[in-house]
């Protein structure tokens, strides 16, 4: 019979090394959101399938594992497609479920109701280095909260808990969904582009100014647009201060910005900047696009020197309850990239400090069931004053034992001899 | 487009009551299984489906959500059966997903390997009350330890856990597949007839020995035989102490039992009771049978004087990873019944004893951003002193707004009004 050994493609075992990383990290995520009034709550891994198949996970909806139906339900002879025979998927993000259940339970919910979930999410993606097809994401959401309180409580949360993992000089980049669609309006762009127009903005970074220039070009856009358009990208450039950013661009666009959308950032920037605790810049950026659809207001994202790309991100999404429950609610979340976080910990071969001593008791073999019962006790003892004891028996090859035990963080060794006193 | 707020059916959402309570109690688990050495991994929540089905489930693997294949591999066209149309499932437990992990990193790992896993697991179980299709599993193992230091650990680490989460006044009941074999081939019983004696004895509990009598005889097995066996439980009958129950059956069963195994029980119960930390017994059951076919030694199950039934188990299995590997591996593990803890807990209107103040600051709506900026400040700093605060916007109804924060821990309230310093 043919057993696999491996996991399944694209998924990963997590061995201890790496699980004590995940510990720790979840560990300093908690306590960090619950300083800041979060509370953890779960979703099922499995949703209905039409929750998950309903144009809101964009590009994800086509990485869904399905789940096949069971019992009688399940009638594969008269199957025309997969959607005959499966009734759930598995979740491909937490923003989906998280908006399910602040639908089903809101009149047991605070308001605004501050969320914090971590989990595991599965996207049947190509498998490639570094990433999987089971991975996990870290989100906070404030649900509820129309004003950028929402904002500047989600920003500061996840900075802080940044700044306890060790990251500095980092930069969090924040936009406007009204301010994409003021920029594209000013420039003349017609509305049903839009959505094209963003998706070139959004690979600036890649291609630059000029290669984005080209690409709205070959989409069929006027010059006079585009260079209208690309006008407001030179004037921006080099300009780091968002106020100051947030300036040119309104006497820019003129009519085109609402005023309220100008001080709505102003008021988040000054917020952040004077109560926050870790060493990072709020940026405004005019190229920050966001692929998901679902946004409807500010959007931000998570920039550390030492990855190439995003490490996180969110934004304001107003209206995706209202698809579970009839009702629009307003909704803000911030999710911060938890895998690249381990994956950079464990590159950079980083040891959770903890403080519990460990000790491994060595016990040479032959002992009688009185001397073992003595250990124990001892090993209890131990523990109760907050060691880590590790009973094992004594091998041969006694220094290789104790060199493999050091690898695994024991610093401390008590050998018992069947000749001494325990 | 019909989105469904429900969670699919059989599964639950978690709100923040029980979240903070799970939380809880999965860091006091850690912590302590930590202290007797053991480490943390993780594995996918699939495996393949091959894995699943290979009988070691027992009947578990009936109960498995199967994962649609996805793109070319699925052809829904030439598809006889389910088999056909899926590649991997959903695991039903975390005892073979480990064997598996076991085989597949042998070489990376510490020997003997003290491993701690605390995952999801999914049965399509009928969906009733308080039984769900998704729901945690929480096992410690040690694999590569042949001596019964295996089962010592594991049982102080279990019954020390549950010691620090309240209990007390519970019993570890242990027997030895062994022994039940001994039994069972002492009474005459033929050894085809083995497995549905255990099945029936296993009943002991709720039809008593009258009944499991009628069931053997109704089974088809001889009288004498039956008497045989009954005689045996007669005679343990009101037996407490391990020690003396062993001997009594050691009599009876004579040259049917090894000594060793005698020995080997009586071993364990010295070193538990002389290094045990929490208020239970260890008591010798001979009518524990524990239903999975895969244990080749001591069995063992926890009785909560406040369950009803039973609160978790274990045992050793020494031959499930050599499914894996070719090569049999010693294992021994332990699962605590995290669900029936947290509801037992929830029923007990628990609330973890969290030392962080938590503190809301009401803000009068129509601040300036000056005043947010200022509030903002204090609340961070007062973050950085342990504090838990939440910031939000004062209602109208402020009593209300007050009540509905008690109730979820908020028990100091500063007020921010536009006319006074912050």
Redesign the interface.
């Known amino acids: ?8 493609n694209g ?6 090394r790496e ?2 990383i ?2 720790y990290v979840t560990g300093i995520i ?1 306590d960090t959101y ?4 979060f ?10 399938i ?2 998950l198949t ?1 144009k809101q996970g964009g590009e994800n909806e086509k990485l869904i ?4 139906k ?1 019992g009688e339900k ?1 009638n ?1 002879e008269t ?4 959607s005959d ?4 998927g ?1 979740r491909y993000d937490l923003t989906v479920p998280l908006s ?2 602040y ?3 809101e009149n ?3 308001s ?1 109701f ?1 969320a914090l979930q971590i989990g ?1 999410v ?1 996207r ?1 993606d190509r498998p490639q280095r570094g990433r999987y097809r ?1 991975f996990t994401q870290c989100d906070i959401d404030i649900l509820g ?1 129309p ?1 950028n ?1 929402a904002e ?2 989600l920003i ?1 949360a996840t900075t ?1 808990t940044l700044g306890k993992l060790g990251f500095k000089g980092f930069e969090i980049r924040i936009n406007e969904r009204r301010i994409l669609k003021a920029m594209a309006a000013y420039a003349g762009f017609s509305e049903d582009k839009w959505d094209t127009v963003f998706i070139i903005l959004d690979k600036m970074d890649k291609i630059g100014l000029e290669g984005v220039r080209q690409e709205l070009i070959d989409d069929g856009n006027t010059e006079g647009s585009v260079d209208k358009y690309i006008s407001i990208f030179t004037k921006l450039e080099g300009i780091k201060d968002t106020s100051k950013a947030l300036e040119v661009l309104s006497e820019e666009l003129d009519d085109f910005l609402e005023d309220e959308v100008r001080e709505n950032l ?2 988040i920037s ?8 870790a060493d990072f810049e709020l940026v405004f950026d005019a190229t920050l696009v966001r692929g998901m659809g679902y946004y409807t207001g500010t959007i931000f994202e998570i920039a550390i020197p030492e990855f190439g790309g995003s490490c996180g991100g969110g934004g304001r999404y107003d209206h995706m309850i209202g ?3 009839g009702k629009d609610v307003p909704a803000c979340g911030f999710s911060i990239g938890f895998e690249r976080i381990i994956l950079l910990l464990l590159e950079q071969d980083f040891r959770p400090d903890v403080s ?1 001593k ?1 000790v ?1 008791y060595l ?1 040479e073999k032959g002992y009688t ?2 001397r ?3 250990i ?2 001892k ?2 003892k131990a ?2 004053e ?8 004594m091998n041969k090859n006694k220094k290789h034992q104790k060199e ?2 050091s690898q ?1 963080g024991y610093d401390e060794f008590i050998e018992f001899y069947n000749d001494q006193e325990v």
Request: proline letters at 6%; zero cysteines.
């Open positions: 019979m043919g057993l696999s050994k491996k996991p399944v998924m990963k075992d997590i061995l201890p699980m004590e995940r510990d908690k619950r300083s800041f009034g509370t953890p709550i779960d979703t099922p891994a499995m949703e209905n039409a929750n309903n594992f399905k789940v096949l069971r399940l594969l199957a025309k497609d997969a025979v499966v009734d759930y598995m399910r259940f639908a089903n339970h047991e919910l605070p605004p501050k595991s599965w049947a089971q909260e004003t309180l500047i409580e500061l802080t102003d008021q000054a917020a952040v900047e004077s109560a926050k605790s698809n579970f429950s519990v460990k491994a016990v069931p009185e073992l019962s003595k124990m006790e090993a209890a523990r109760t907050n060691e880590s004891v590790l009973v094992v028996r493999l035990l695994q």
